[in-house]
């Protein structure tokens, strides 16, 4: 199974997704890494590992959808059967989910449908719950709105910061994302209405 993985910041679920893809039996290649911004510490992570890497940057096209055309030829390029947005900070348009729609997965770190959006972990803190987690989902035309792939959850500590809150989501999230990768790759699934159902 080819995956693309698209990423806007520290590549932290891109490094576990290389890890497990070293094994062979894992599933799952990474075939490429592209970002929305250049000079982010995944593009490194990337090139570090020998992947090749494409940056698209909204700012250098006219608009969205000009942008999201490039972003869609750029990826359909590696030929990919899985597209994952991992820490990637842009909503992506039409032309994108016409070609990767039903295959384009994102990972989201709160517990959805609660807390959408760029401070999942900064909201779950503020209203006060006792959970957290990371939701795996497959992106639609909305915000976080996508049928749920998997969901994982850590407890909300009382001494808790954002910045603690966000790192032991992240460790949470990572396993999650590595572990369904793989089941995704060498099992079959489809989606019934919002049911992900994985066979096997
Ligand atoms: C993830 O926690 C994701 O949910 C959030 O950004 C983080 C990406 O981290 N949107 P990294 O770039 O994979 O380290």
Do not use: M
């Not at 959970?131 to 992106?139: D, I, K, P, S």
């Amino acid at each position: 199974t080819r995956v693309v993985v698209l990423i806007s910041g520290g590549g932290s679920n891109l490094a576990a997704l290389l890890e497990a893809a070293a094994d062979s039996a894992y599933g799952a290649v990474v075939v490429a890494v592209g970002a929305d911004r250049p000079g982010c510490a995944g593009l490194d992570v990337a090139r570090a590992a020998g992947i090749p890497t494409f940056v698209e940057r909204l700012g250098d096209h006219p608009d969205r959808d000009t942008w999201d055309a490039a972003l869609t030829h750029a990826v359909a390029e590696y030929a990919p059967d899985l597209v994952i947005s991992a820490g990637f900070l842009k909503l992506v348009g039409a032309r994108f989910l016409a070609e990767f729609g039903g295959r384009y997965l994102n990972t989201h770190n709160a517990l959805l449908p609660s807390f959408p959006g760029i401070h999942g972990p900064r909201e779950a803190l503020a209203y006060g719950v006792k959970l957290a987690g990371a939701t795996l989902f497959v992106v639609d035309e909305g915000v976080d709105t996508g049928v749920i792939i998997a969901q994982c959850a850590v407890p909300v500590l009382d001494d808790d910061t954002e910045e603690s809150l966000t790192e032991r989501i992240k460790v949470a999230e990572r396993a999650q994302l590595v572990e369904y990768t793989g089941r995704l790759a060498r099992q079959s699934w489809r989606v019934e209405g919002r049911h992900f159902i994985i066979d096997g």
